[in-house]
């Protein structure tokens, strides 16, 4: 067998398990496994500008693309700690990303050393595994078993702390027959499914939830023929959002306190069945559990036996990969139609679809300061199906999920559940790396925008254009909007009068200068009917240069999104549209 380093035997293990690209900050516990990723040049490396940033871009890669796990690295101490609030994002939406850390040699590791922190132990509670390897010998296993649990079960990042001196012992391991683990994945059996479908088949009003888990599953087209085999309505979540495209004639809205559509929850409301397949019932798409769950019965399928019961307990659960269990559904579901045993649908699919010509928000403003829903509306004209959204939270993300069209899984790529803000940048950054040929779009406010701004400068050096819409009201936006319920207005205005540029007035930051002095282009809109051609000449921008090009809107100060404390308690600041000149873009009107 050969010897090599232990680093040396990581890197041929990253390869064969598929890594082809890293994101990261080379430090000196750490560049033993840098000196063995460079003669081999098969895993690229993006140098990021802030180690948290990395964690993120490890993100965005992995969600860009079935298949792939995203690779962060970094060095001993404040690398790895870092890292915890990109661990923490991929922990909560089960997006596994391998994180590697230098360490300190282990004979110093009790003696305080410099920038030795015991970081498997930090990063536990948000990893699936979480490992300081103290015996060369077991760097392979090691980094063969976190790849195995990645991919198996319900998916996660992994951290693997590596101490200097195990990176540089050296090790015997033989890279051509090195062979990844099998993958476990439960599968519904034939005798669940048909019980689940006995519940859907009593229903009236039955309802598909199509969570994350089937987009992580790259199960976006079964979940499509199954639902048109029962010809039941889709209810996308957040982090389900394109598993069916939202002009598909069964795509009948989102469901929840923000990110939903007022049709998707008056349909949620009137349903009496519902199937939740790949999804977690988080709190932002029930509301409270009495009004979501009050008339209907409940079939959770997920990958993950104890999410089963989690947030409330389902008439019936089934512990299964989403796609393997849609395997067994279609099966079913073909099996009772060539008997014709399937009910007709077409009444409950009209009235759900009568909801979602009705009840649509107006998105056609010709204020100035331009409010954000025309934003969203010229979005719509002037980016394609083909568009892969990138966003993370606050007021710009709320509203992006309430008027954008998504046609694509992966068309929207979203921190769900831990939504730190900066997100946004880097992940599309990852996006970019796994897909240099994708027409990415990433949407941030002000302040998302501001916190990991300088990985720009990433994005010029490594040539990943795309275009970002900096939607800019100078303020905490959606802080600012939940203070109304303590009625205060405090500590969330980012406004003051930059006297390096007075023409801002009171928006405060330059970001024009800032991204120009990043390497990249930015353009500036305050005028709404010039939202369209601006966005056409960003994407040109971007396809020539080959570097981010951001479109900076600016914002009237103060803007109330439609959100609630449940689902029967939304509350609307806009008039409804009245006719196609109020929502011009909206599905619901074009068809």
């Not at 380093?5 to 990253?14: G, L, R």
């Not at 496994?33 to 993006?46: E, F, G, M, T």
């Not at 024009?512 to 390497?519: I, N």
Request: overall charge negative; hydrophobic content about 45%.
């Amino acid at each position: 067998m050969a010897r090599m380093t232990a680093a040396e035997a990581a890197v041929h293990i990253m390869e064969k398990e598929g890594a082809t690209c890293a994101f990261g900050v080379p430090g000196a516990a750490i560049n033993p496994l840098y000196a063995a990723l460079r003669p081999r040049n098969q895993i690229k490396h993006v140098l990021a500008r802030h180690v948290e940033a990395a964690s993120h871009m490890a993100e965005g890669f992995t969600r860009a693309k079935a298949g792939n796990i995203g690779v962060c690295i970094g060095t001993s101490g404040p690398a790895g700690t870092d890292m915890i609030t990109g661990l923490y994002s991929a922990s909560a939406d089960s997006i596994p990303i391998l994180c590697i850390t230098g360490q300190a040699p282990r004979a110093r590791l009790h003696k305080e050393d410099f920038q030795a922190v015991d970081i498997a132990a930090i990063a536990k509670p948000v990893c699936k595994w979480a490992v300081t390897v103290m015996e060369p010998a077991q760097v392979p296993g090691t980094f063969q078993q976190a790849y195995h649990l990645m991919r198996s079960g319900r998916p996660g990042p992994v951290l693997i702390d590596l101490p200097f001196d195990v990176q540089t012992t050296e090790i015997e391991f033989d890279p051509e027959t090195y062979e990844p683990l099998p993958v476990h994945r439960p599968k519904a059996t034939r005798a669940q499914i048909d019980k689940a479908m006995a519940l859907l088949q009593a229903a009236e009003k039955p309802l598909i939830v199509a969570g994350g888990g089937i987009i992580n599953a790259d199960a976006s087209s079964k979940l499509v023929t199954f639902a048109e085999l029962l010809g039941v309505p889709v209810v996308p979540t957040l982090m389900g959002w394109g598993t069916i495209p939202d002009d598909h004639p069964l795509m009948v809205g989102m469901a929840g306190l923000q990110t939903s559509h007022r049709y998707g929850n008056a349909t949620m409301l009137a349903s009496d069945f519902v199937l939740g397949i790949g999804n977690r019932w988080a709190n932002r798409h029930t509301g409270t559990v009495e009004t979501y769950t009050k008339g209907r019965k409940f079939v959770h399928v997920d990958i993950e036996p104890t999410q089963i019961g989690r947030v409330f307990a389902p008439d019936y659960g089934i512990a299964s990969d989403a796609g393997l269990a849609l395997d067994v559904f279609i099966e079913a579901a073909r099996e009772l139609k060539a008997k014709g045993a399937l009910k007709d649908r077409s009444a409950w699919l009209e009235e759900c679809r009568e909801r979602k010509r009705t009840m649509l928000r107006r998105t056609h403003f010709t204020e100035t300061p331009i409010k954000p829903q025309r934003v969203y509306e010229e979005m719509n004209r002037a980016f394609g199906r083909d568009t892969t959204y990138v966003s993370t939270i606050g007021l710009s993300q709320i509203a992006a999920a309430q008027f954008l069209h998504v046609y694509k899984p992966r068309g929207w790529i979203n921190c769900g559940q831990a939504g730190p803000l900066g997100w946004t940048l880097p992940a599309a950054l990852g996006v970019c790396a796994a897909d240099r040929g994708a027409s990415v779009v990433a949407i941030s406010g002000d302040y998302d925008f501001q916190f990991l701004i300088e990985e720009l400068a990433v994005g010029a050096q490594f040539n990943l254009p795309y275009v970002h819409v900096l939607v800019n009201n100078a303020y905490l936006g959606l802080i600012r909007q939940s203070q109304r319920g303590f009625n205060m207005d405090f500590q969330v205005q980012l406004s003051f009068e930059n006297i390096n540029a007075p023409e801002l007035g009171v928006y405060g930051v330059d970001h024009v200068k800032v991204v120009e002095g990043l390497g990249c282009r930015a353009l500036r809109v305050t005028d709404p009917e010039k939202l369209l051609g601006t966005f056409e000449e960003a994407k040109k921008m971007a396809a020539h240069l080959r570097v981010p090009v951001v479109v900076e809107v600016i914002l009237e100060r103060v803007t109330n999104v439609a959100m609630g404390t449940d689902l029967d308690k939304v509350t609307e600041f806009e008039d409804l549209a009245q006719d196609a000149q109020d929502a011009p873009t909206a599905i619901a009107l074009l068809d």
